[in-house]
């Protein structure tokens, strides 16, 4: 599985080999109505959206704004290496195999989120947002793909700019894996 380039800046090497493409599986316990324990092989993947940022357009910042040095720049597209984003991923991976233990939301796309509540670096819990998507997987030694479209904490910019509402009605991890392997459409709550 294909890893992301380590990124240099100033003479300090951040490494991104956490971020390499997994395997997990969940496993969906048997009900009480009969209904068997159930597996679904996924494999997950991140963008560089979990370590790298966008300008601010808010604040009127633009690429070029930005030194250089801190450019992260792929095939798509290039993006602001962002250093906070970068300590917060590497908790991703173990968020990920844990996902089944927490509440999902929607998004306004058709994109879900998890928050997982998190100690920033000044030991204050704040609200690490997991946004991701799924579809059935190519592969035939997996089930669903897991793709984490981008993660980042909360800032208090957007609370002031767009209230306080971040989230929507729950919907639980299994419904989302067994809806994306029977090719049902997961109804987005209003």
Do not use: W
């Not at 799924?134 to 700019?161: C, F, T, W």
């Not at 209230?163 to 894996?177: A, E, H, Q």
């Amino acid at each position: 599985m294909k890893a992301f380039p380590k990124f240099d800046y100033q003479g300090i090497e951040y490494d991104l080999t956490h971020l390499t493409a997994f395997s997990c599986d969940y496993i969906q316990p048997a009900k009480s109505d009969g209904t068997a324990e159930k597996r679904y092989r996924c494999i997950i993947e991140f963008s560089t959206h979990c370590f790298t940022r966008g300008e601010n357009k808010r604040k009127g910042e633009k690429l070029s704004d930005i030194e250089s040095a801190l450019h992260y720049v792929t095939a798509k597209e290039t993006r602001i290496f962002c250093f906070e984003r970068y300590q917060v991923s590497k908790m991703l991976p173990q968020i990920m195999r844990e996902i089944s233990r927490n509440k999902c939301y929607f998004t306004s796309a058709d994109d879900k989120f998890l928050t997982i509540s998190v100690t920033d670096k000044n030991g204050k819990k704040v609200d690490y947002e997991i946004y991701f998507s799924l579809q059935r997987a190519k592969s035939p030694k997996h089930d669903v793909h897991i793709y984490i479209n981008s993660a980042y904490i909360r800032d208090g910019d957007y609370k002031e700019n767009h209230g306080t509402k971040v989230r929507r009605k729950p919907v639980g991890f299994f419904v989302l894996l067994h809806n994306t392997l029977v090719n049902k459409r997961i109804k987005r709550p209003k």
